[in-house]
Protein backbone atom coordinates (compact mmCIF):
# COMPACT_ATOMS: atom_id res chain seq x y z
CA UNK A 1 0.00 0.00 0.00
CA UNK A 2 1.00 3.46 -1.09
CA UNK A 3 2.42 5.75 2.12
CA UNK A 4 0.97 9.11 1.80
CA UNK A 5 2.13 12.12 1.09
CA UNK A 6 2.19 12.82 4.81
CA UNK A 7 4.11 9.68 5.94
CA UNK A 8 6.73 9.77 3.34
CA UNK A 9 7.70 13.68 2.65
CA UNK A 10 9.40 14.65 -0.19
CA UNK A 11 10.60 18.27 -1.41
CA UNK A 12 9.23 19.72 -4.59
CA UNK A 13 12.50 18.02 -6.39
CA UNK A 14 11.63 14.91 -5.31
CA UNK A 15 14.29 14.46 -2.10
CA UNK A 16 13.18 13.63 1.16
CA UNK A 17 12.39 16.20 3.30
CA UNK A 18 15.03 16.78 6.06
CA UNK A 19 17.93 15.50 4.32
CA UNK A 20 17.08 17.14 1.23
CA UNK A 21 18.72 13.92 -0.82
CA UNK A 22 17.77 11.76 -3.73
CA UNK A 23 18.59 7.81 -3.60
CA UNK A 24 21.60 8.07 -5.29
CA UNK A 25 23.36 10.69 -2.90
CA UNK A 26 24.53 8.10 -0.69
CA UNK A 27 27.07 5.00 0.33
CA UNK A 28 25.81 1.98 1.79
CA UNK A 29 28.50 2.95 4.28
CA UNK A 30 27.99 5.86 6.49
CA UNK A 31 29.42 8.08 8.77
CA UNK A 32 27.39 10.09 11.42
CA UNK A 33 28.98 12.79 12.97
CA UNK A 34 26.88 15.79 15.38
CA UNK A 35 28.65 18.94 14.61
CA UNK A 36 28.17 19.89 10.69
CA UNK A 37 31.23 21.18 10.58
CA UNK A 38 32.62 17.93 11.11
CA UNK A 39 31.53 16.62 7.77
CA UNK A 40 34.15 18.59 6.15
CA UNK A 41 36.81 17.09 8.44
CA UNK A 42 35.95 13.77 6.98
CA UNK A 43 34.85 14.63 3.56
CA UNK A 44 37.94 16.48 3.16
CA UNK A 45 40.59 12.76 2.82
CA UNK A 46 38.35 11.92 0.04
CA UNK A 47 40.15 10.97 -3.12
CA UNK A 48 36.59 12.98 -4.59
CA UNK A 49 33.92 14.39 -3.91
CA UNK A 50 30.29 13.31 -5.33
CA UNK A 51 27.74 15.09 -3.36
CA UNK A 52 27.76 18.30 -1.39
CA UNK A 53 23.88 19.04 0.08
CA UNK A 54 22.91 20.27 3.46
CA UNK A 55 19.66 21.65 5.09
CA UNK A 56 19.21 23.28 8.27
CA UNK A 57 21.98 21.25 10.78
CA UNK A 58 21.92 18.17 7.95
CA UNK A 59 24.99 18.49 5.86
CA UNK A 60 25.59 15.29 3.58
CA UNK A 61 28.89 14.51 1.43
CA UNK A 62 29.36 11.51 -0.67
CA UNK A 63 32.91 10.81 -2.08
CA UNK A 64 35.16 7.96 -2.89
CA UNK A 65 38.45 7.19 -1.05
CA UNK A 66 40.62 4.25 -2.24
CA UNK A 67 38.08 3.22 -4.46
CA UNK A 68 35.18 2.93 -1.04
CA UNK A 69 32.11 5.31 -1.91
CA UNK A 70 31.24 6.92 1.60
CA UNK A 71 28.93 9.32 2.92
CA UNK A 72 28.92 11.80 6.05
CA UNK A 73 25.92 12.78 7.31
CA UNK A 74 25.71 15.47 10.27
CA UNK A 75 22.78 14.55 12.48
CA UNK A 76 23.11 17.29 14.90
CA UNK A 77 22.53 17.07 18.90
CA UNK A 78 20.26 14.65 20.21
CA UNK A 79 18.36 11.14 19.15
CA UNK A 80 15.15 13.33 18.18
CA UNK A 81 17.50 14.44 15.29
CA UNK A 82 18.74 10.93 15.31
CA UNK A 83 15.33 9.67 14.37
CA UNK A 84 15.04 11.75 11.19
CA UNK A 85 18.59 11.07 9.79
CA UNK A 86 17.98 7.09 10.41
CA UNK A 87 14.86 7.16 9.16
CA UNK A 88 15.04 9.00 6.29
CA UNK A 89 18.34 7.53 5.53
CA UNK A 90 16.69 4.02 4.92
CA UNK A 91 13.93 5.43 2.82
CA UNK A 92 16.84 6.79 0.31
CA UNK A 93 17.26 3.08 -0.12
CA UNK A 94 14.25 0.90 0.97
CA UNK A 95 11.37 3.07 -0.41
CA UNK A 96 10.47 3.43 -3.87
CA UNK A 97 9.75 6.94 -3.90
CA UNK A 98 7.60 6.81 -7.52
CA UNK A 99 5.43 4.27 -6.09
CA UNK A 100 5.74 5.41 -2.03
CA UNK A 101 6.01 1.37 -1.64
CA UNK A 102 8.55 -0.26 0.24
CA UNK A 103 10.79 -2.32 -1.61
CA UNK A 104 10.56 -6.30 -1.18
CA UNK A 105 14.37 -6.22 -1.20
CA UNK A 106 16.10 -4.58 1.61
CA UNK A 107 19.79 -2.73 1.52
CA UNK A 108 21.46 -3.17 5.15
CA UNK A 109 23.19 0.20 5.46
CA UNK A 110 26.61 0.42 8.01
CA UNK A 111 26.50 3.37 10.11
CA UNK A 112 29.76 4.42 12.01
CA UNK A 113 29.43 7.43 14.54
CA UNK A 114 32.12 9.37 15.21
CA UNK A 115 31.28 11.21 17.95
CA UNK A 116 32.69 13.23 21.06
CA UNK A 117 32.37 11.94 24.60
CA UNK A 118 33.39 12.38 28.48
CA UNK A 119 34.17 9.48 30.43
CA UNK A 120 32.86 8.82 33.88
CA UNK A 121 35.53 6.05 34.73
CA UNK A 122 39.04 7.88 36.22
CA UNK A 123 40.87 5.04 34.58
CA UNK A 124 39.64 6.44 30.92
CA UNK A 125 42.26 8.61 29.50
CA UNK A 126 41.33 12.23 28.17
CA UNK A 127 42.21 11.72 24.18
CA UNK A 128 41.89 7.91 24.18
CA UNK A 129 38.94 6.35 21.81
CA UNK A 130 36.20 3.86 23.08
CA UNK A 131 33.43 1.64 21.21
CA UNK A 132 30.01 1.94 22.87
CA UNK A 133 29.49 -2.03 22.93
CA UNK A 134 26.55 -1.23 24.81
CA UNK A 135 24.64 1.54 24.70
CA UNK A 136 21.64 2.30 27.23
CA UNK A 137 19.23 5.18 26.64
CA UNK A 138 17.61 7.50 28.72
CA UNK A 139 16.37 9.69 26.23
CA UNK A 140 12.77 7.56 25.47
CA UNK A 141 13.29 7.52 21.93
CA UNK A 142 12.81 4.04 21.13
CA UNK A 143 9.54 3.45 23.42
CA UNK A 144 7.87 5.16 20.50
CA UNK A 145 8.07 2.05 18.49
CA UNK A 146 7.62 -1.51 19.08
CA UNK A 147 11.00 -2.13 20.11
CA UNK A 148 11.43 -4.88 22.38
CA UNK A 149 13.07 -7.61 20.16
CA UNK A 150 16.11 -5.30 19.70
CA UNK A 151 16.77 -4.15 23.50
CA UNK A 152 19.01 -6.13 25.63
CA UNK A 153 16.23 -5.86 28.43
CA UNK A 154 18.13 -7.76 31.13
CA UNK A 155 20.22 -4.93 31.11
CA UNK A 156 17.82 -2.23 31.02
CA UNK A 157 16.09 -3.85 33.57
CA UNK A 158 18.97 -4.18 36.12
CA UNK A 159 20.28 -0.16 35.20
CA UNK A 160 16.73 0.30 36.17
CA UNK A 161 17.08 -1.01 39.46
CA UNK A 162 20.71 0.38 40.38
CA UNK A 163 19.31 3.82 40.13
CA UNK A 164 15.95 3.42 41.56
CA UNK A 165 14.05 4.72 38.93
CA UNK A 166 11.08 2.33 39.23
CA UNK A 167 9.24 5.12 40.19
CA UNK A 168 10.35 7.74 38.04
CA UNK A 169 8.90 8.42 34.70
CA UNK A 170 12.78 7.69 33.13
CA UNK A 171 12.52 3.88 32.12
CA UNK A 172 15.73 3.34 30.10
CA UNK A 173 16.60 0.81 27.23
CA UNK A 174 19.32 -0.72 26.48
CA UNK A 175 21.04 -2.05 22.68
CA UNK A 176 23.22 -3.84 21.53
CA UNK A 177 26.23 -2.36 18.98
CA UNK A 178 26.59 -4.83 15.75
CA UNK A 179 29.37 -7.28 16.69
CA UNK A 180 30.48 -7.92 13.31
CA UNK A 181 30.57 -4.30 12.50
CA UNK A 182 32.38 -3.74 15.91
CA UNK A 183 35.14 -6.12 14.85
CA UNK A 184 35.80 -4.97 11.53
CA UNK A 185 36.63 -1.30 13.33
CA UNK A 186 38.68 -3.08 16.45
CA UNK A 187 42.29 -2.88 17.10
CA UNK A 188 44.81 -2.08 19.97
CA UNK A 189 43.70 1.44 20.02
CA UNK A 190 40.08 0.65 20.96
CA UNK A 191 38.52 0.39 24.38
CA UNK A 192 35.14 -1.13 25.08
CA UNK A 193 32.65 -0.03 27.30
CA UNK A 194 28.60 0.91 28.28
CA UNK A 195 27.49 4.35 26.53
CA UNK A 196 24.72 6.48 28.37
CA UNK A 197 22.58 8.23 25.93
CA UNK A 198 21.25 11.49 27.62
CA UNK A 199 18.77 13.18 26.86
CA UNK A 200 20.32 16.54 27.07
CA UNK A 201 23.49 17.97 28.37
CA UNK A 202 23.05 19.67 32.02
CA UNK A 203 20.69 18.40 33.93
CA UNK A 204 20.66 15.02 32.15
CA UNK A 205 24.66 15.08 32.79
CA UNK A 206 24.59 15.87 36.24
CA UNK A 207 26.01 19.44 35.16
CA UNK A 208 24.81 22.25 37.86
CA UNK A 209 24.63 25.95 37.04
CA UNK A 210 22.30 27.90 38.09
CA UNK A 211 19.76 24.70 37.68
CA UNK A 212 19.84 21.63 40.13
CA UNK A 213 19.64 18.27 39.29
CA UNK A 214 16.94 15.93 40.47
CA UNK A 215 19.43 13.60 40.83
CA UNK A 216 21.99 13.64 43.54
CA UNK A 217 26.07 12.11 43.07
CA UNK A 218 24.16 11.25 39.54
CA UNK A 219 27.44 10.52 37.87
CA UNK A 220 28.60 8.28 41.22
CA UNK A 221 25.87 6.28 40.97
CA UNK A 222 25.93 5.58 36.81
CA UNK A 223 29.74 4.73 37.38
CA UNK A 224 29.04 2.38 40.09
CA UNK A 225 26.81 0.20 37.57
CA UNK A 226 28.29 -3.22 36.59
CA UNK A 227 26.24 -5.74 34.45
CA UNK A 228 28.52 -8.81 33.31
CA UNK A 229 31.26 -7.54 34.68
CA UNK A 230 30.92 -4.34 32.37
CA UNK A 231 30.71 -0.99 33.26
CA UNK A 232 29.16 2.62 32.25
CA UNK A 233 32.18 4.10 30.63
CA UNK A 234 30.98 7.07 28.87
CA UNK A 235 28.28 10.08 28.78
CA UNK A 236 26.89 11.09 25.43
CA UNK A 237 23.64 12.16 23.91
CA UNK A 238 22.79 9.84 20.10
CA UNK A 239 24.34 6.36 20.64
CA UNK A 240 21.35 4.37 22.13
CA UNK A 241 19.06 5.95 19.47
CA UNK A 242 21.20 4.95 16.27
CA UNK A 243 21.86 1.62 17.92
CA UNK A 244 18.12 1.09 18.24
CA UNK A 245 16.81 2.15 15.03
CA UNK A 246 19.53 0.56 13.10
CA UNK A 247 18.60 -2.51 14.54
CA UNK A 248 14.78 -2.14 14.06
CA UNK A 249 15.34 -0.93 10.35
CA UNK A 250 18.04 -4.08 9.43
CA UNK A 251 21.43 -1.57 9.25
CA UNK A 252 24.21 -2.26 11.70
CA UNK A 253 25.66 0.19 13.57
CA UNK A 254 28.52 1.08 15.78
CA UNK A 255 29.95 4.39 18.03
CA UNK A 256 33.70 5.35 18.06
CA UNK A 257 33.91 7.62 20.63
CA UNK A 258 36.63 10.59 21.09
CA UNK A 259 37.34 10.72 24.69
CA UNK A 260 37.34 14.70 25.27
CA UNK A 261 36.84 14.90 28.97
CA UNK A 262 36.79 12.74 32.12
CA UNK A 263 34.19 13.78 34.66
CA UNK A 264 35.92 12.03 37.32
CA UNK A 265 38.89 13.47 37.51
CA UNK A 266 37.77 16.94 36.13
CA UNK A 267 39.90 16.95 32.91
CA UNK A 268 39.66 18.04 29.42
CA UNK A 269 41.77 17.83 26.46
CA UNK A 270 44.16 19.86 25.76
CA UNK A 271 44.10 18.96 22.12
CA UNK A 272 40.66 18.22 21.18
CA UNK A 273 40.69 18.67 17.51
CA UNK A 274 44.03 16.57 17.16
CA UNK A 275 42.12 14.09 18.77
CA UNK A 276 39.18 14.08 16.67
CA UNK A 277 40.85 14.08 13.64
CA UNK A 278 42.87 11.16 14.56
CA UNK A 279 39.47 9.21 15.26
CA UNK A 280 38.25 10.29 11.54
CA UNK A 281 41.70 9.13 10.23
CA UNK A 282 41.97 5.94 12.23
CA UNK A 283 38.24 4.93 11.11
CA UNK A 284 38.21 5.57 7.72
CA UNK A 285 41.58 3.92 7.69
CA UNK A 286 39.41 0.77 8.57
CA UNK A 287 36.94 1.43 6.20
CA UNK A 288 39.07 1.60 2.92
CA UNK A 289 40.45 -1.77 4.37
CA UNK A 290 37.79 -3.83 5.59
CA UNK A 291 34.43 -2.67 3.72
Do not use: C, W
Amino acid sequence: MPLSESELILNPDGSIYHLNLHPEDIAQTIITVGDPERVKSVSKHFDSLEVAKGKREFLTHTGILGGKRITVVSTGIGTDNVDIVLNELDALVNIDFSSREVRKDKIQLDFIRIGTSGAIQPDIEVDSFLLSEHAIGLDGLLHFYQSESVQNGEMGAAFSVHLGLEGEKIRPYAVDSDKELASLLNSNRIRFGITLTNAGFYGPQSRKMRLTPKFDDFNQHLASFQYDGKKITNLEMETAGIYGLAKLLGHRAVSLNAILANRASGGFSKKPQQTIDSLITYTLEKIVQHF
